[in-house]
């Protein structure tokens, strides 16, 4: 399985991940995270193998989390909710994320990616 790396090409943190990426010769397909959004099915799948907790993957820094007050909402939503309200609009989605046979990333830290990609 081919590494997939899911930004918004817009965002600092994602631009640098990629040159990281690049720079350590990780092969990977890129995607868009506002023009092909994450499915429910693919984020349950995701998150489940991640081994994360469900609230690591919003994107809690971004204008639509706080316009939707989802700091005070999420912890009255179940899990399925949550995942229906993350596949509805990319933006709240916590990003770059890379889906690899090795494992999920959900945010570019630097080390977590070494220990991950580079073993």
Known sequence: MKNLFIE????????KAKKWLEENKIPFEDRHIVENNPTKEELSAWIKRSNKEIKRWFNTSGLKYKELN????????????????LASDGMLVKRPIVISDKGILVGFKEEEWKSILLR
């Open 70 to 85: 989802l700091k005070e909402k999420l912890s009255n939503m179940t899990e399925e909710e949550k995942i229906k309200i």
């Open 8 to 15: 918004y090409p817009k965002c600092s943190t994602c631009q």
